[in-house]
């Protein structure tokens, strides 16, 4: 079957052929590292994550190249600098780990390479100067900009209308600029401000520049597939596929395009100027990684997503469904290859819908049968859910996240001390024993055959 995914660009699913099937490229533009992302930021990681698996799962894992930037240098890492006090790269690197660690909590695969823009100023200088002896760029006062006539098809992806991008552009028109719509490709550093020496003086990279160039060091001029949330198509995609087309003697960048839809919080977007963010690192404290990864793919990576706790709850309560089932045959992290029916889901513009559906399919199916049937069915639900980065974790693990190593031993205490009181028909101290249990602890205390134990549960729930 063919993978097919939605084109940006030809605005319309198209096959996917990559140039080279043992060498399938992808790029996302990363997160700026200055602060912790949001959960809107995690979807844009999240979707292209499961596109990342799908391809591994075509291509062979060896085959695909996925490369994710890190921005290092960016005027909004330069002011957290000034309001905290700490330096620059120390901010960074702090940011990096926390953002690897956050997307890594949520199944997200390390991509295979993570260039950072500051590792690569000496190319983008030559990009610069390739691009000024091409006649696409000039340099004044200190800038260097790029001259968007000298790319006729600017505007092709956004579909936006070139004169009103002029427009929009001329509100603010930086005397240095010939034409209002041309953008910044370098600018020059102010005292105390990180720079580089360059033949127009001391300065630092615009941050379109940054993308075009990482992309062309470290997987080639033109790319399979290049990804990132909706918002980025204009200008920042725009402007990508203008400087890389005129440094490149017009080999086009990617040859296909892939953006995610929005998260919304009510009907905004999610966005840090909007101040409606929740962090994807303070979610992660009260709700298991795959739980927030099953949330954020409940809907197709397309449409728009809105976040609420509601979905959190409902997606924990669908993981629990599953790993009860999963706790019936024994843990192991070895996997098998996906059903069909999950890979074909996702092979379809990573319809997760569907591919949910195939999930509910195969444990009706593995419900139905028992013995040696049962175990294979549940294996292959395992296997299916893990290619969509579910199912890792240990059934018996599952039920306990959230709670402390520490506070596990005295649970289990309790609870058996509940369960004794309960066995013994001395309500009186069971109650009082289930009472003081669920208030101190974000737990509550389950019974199934005949087996007492505690589970965790979010302090976020309201009791039922
Ligand atoms: P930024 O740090 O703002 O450059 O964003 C990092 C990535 O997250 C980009 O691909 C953005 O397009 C994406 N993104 C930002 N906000 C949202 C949102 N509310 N919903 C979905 N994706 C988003
Ligand atoms: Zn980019």
């Not at 930021?41 to 190249?65: C, E, I, K, Q, W």
């Not at 929009?168 to 580089?196: H, I, Q, T």
Request: hydrophobic share 40%; aromatic share 10%.
């Amino acid at each position: 079957m063919a993978l097919t995914i939605y084109d940006s660009m030809a605005r319309e699913k198209r096959v996917f052929e990559p140039a080279d099937p043992d060498r399938v490229t992808m790029y996302v533009c990363g997160p700026t590292v200055y602060s912790y992302a949001h959960i809107g930021n995690a979807r844009s990681a999240v979707a292209f994550d499961l596109l990342y698996r799908v391809l591994r799962a075509r291509y062979g894992a060896d085959h695909v190249v996925y490369a994710r930037n890190i921005t290092d240098i960016d005027d909004k890492i330069i002011k957290a600098a000034q309001e905290t006090g700490d330096p620059i790269d120390a901010i960074t690197k702090k940011f990096a780990e926390i953002y690897r660690a956050d997307m890594g909590a949520l199944g997200v695969i390390r991509p295979d390479l993570e260039p950072k823009a500051t590792g690569h100023v000496g190319p983008m200088i030559s990009m610069m100067e390739r691009l000024i002896e091409k006649g696409a760029a000039y340099a004044a006062e200190g800038h260097v900009l790029f001259s968007v006539d000298a790319y006729a098809e600017y505007g092709k992806l956004s579909g936006a209308d070139r004169d009103e991008m002029i427009a929009g552009a001329r509100v603010e028109v930086a005397p240095y600029k010939k034409s209002p719509a041309d953008f910044v490709l370098w600018k020059p550093s102010k005292e105390g401000e990180p720079g580089w020496d360059s033949p127009w003086g001391r300065g630092r990279p615009g941050w379109h520049l940054e993308c075009s160039v990482m992309i062309a060091s470290e997987l080639g001029e033109t790319i399979d597939i290049h990804g990132g949330g909706q918002d980025l198509r204009f200008p920042h995609h725009e402007n990508e596929i203008a400087q890389s087309a005129c440094a490149h003697d017009g080999a086009p960048l990617a040859r296909y395009w892939m953006h995610n839809g929005f998260l919304r919080m009510g009907a905004d977007k999610m966005s840090k100027s909007l101040g409606n963010i929740v962090l994807a690192h303070d979610l992660l404290k009260d709700w298991h990684g795959e739980v927030v990864r099953w949330a954020l793919l409940s809907a197709h990576y397309r449409q728009p997503l809105e976040w609420t706790e509601e979905l959190l709850k409902q997606s924990k309560k669908q993981l629990d469904r599953f790993y009860r089932l999963l706790g019936e045959i024994p843990f192991t992290e070895e996997t098998g290859a996906a059903p069909d029916s999950i890979m074909l889901a996702l092979e379809d513009d990573l319809n997760t819908p569907e591919a949910f559906a195939g999930l509910h399919e195969l444990r009706d199916i593995a419900g139905q049968v028992e013995g040696d049937a049962k175990q294979k069915a549940i294996s292959r639900l395992r296997d299916a859910g893990r290619l969509m980065g579910f199912f890792n974790e240990d059934p018996v693990e599952w039920k306990k996240f959230g709670v402390s190593i520490e506070d596990r031993s005295v649970l289990d205490k309790k609870v058996s001390e509940y369960d004794e009181a309960r066995k013994n028909k001395n309500y009186q101290k069971s109650d009082q024993l289930r009472a003081e249990i669920t208030m101190e602890y974000p737990v509550s205390i389950e019974t199934t055959g005949g087996v007492t134990n505690w589970v965790f549960k979010p302090k976020t729930d309201s009791e039922s």
